[in-house]
């Protein structure tokens, strides 16, 4: 194959609001190629990169804790402040009736100490 006569690059990349992190999440590369008949052959490369929950993009959030990025199935948000976070920072409390709840370090805390937790749950099994 002969040296390309243009090269076109992309990237996708993920800019997280809090802090100036920019993550890389992908991108194509293109070659252009002339060919013996004169014609022009592309030949285009597509790049993923795994999210840090291990799948990959498009990416659900980034972790308001860590600003590591995951998922949409892996992203959750804590259910006392709301705040996003992925699955290297959520907590888990499971209910009665084998439900999920997701909070922050911070609420997880609070939720233990305040003996929130009871209240919680018990709305939850009558709402849910
Ligand atoms: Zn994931
Ligand atoms: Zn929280
Ligand atoms: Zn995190």
Same mark, same amino acid.
């Given at each position: ?52 929950? =291990? ?30 976070? =992925? ?21 997880? =805390? ?12 018990? =709305? ?5």
């Amino acid at each position: 194959m002969n040296r390309p006569i243009r090269t076109e690059f992309t990237e996708t990349k993920l800019h997280v609001p809090w802090e100036s992190i920019v993550h890389l999440t992908g991108g194509t590369e293109t070659h252009h190629y002339l060919n013996e008949e004169g014609g022009i052959e592309s030949h285009t490369t597509v790049h993923l990169q795994p999210m840090h929950c =291990g799948h990959l993009a498009p990416a659900g959030g980034t972790c308001s804790q860590c600003y590591r990025t995951s998922c949409p199935q892996c992203f959750t948000a804590c259910l006392l402040c709301h705040c996003p976070l =992925g699955p290297c920072c959520f907590r888990t409390i499971h209910t009665a009736n084998d439900e999920e709840l997701f909070f922050c370090a911070a609420c997880y =805390g609070k939720v233990k100490r305040r003996k929130l937790f009871r209240s919680l749950i018990s =709305g939850f099994i009558r709402f849910g």
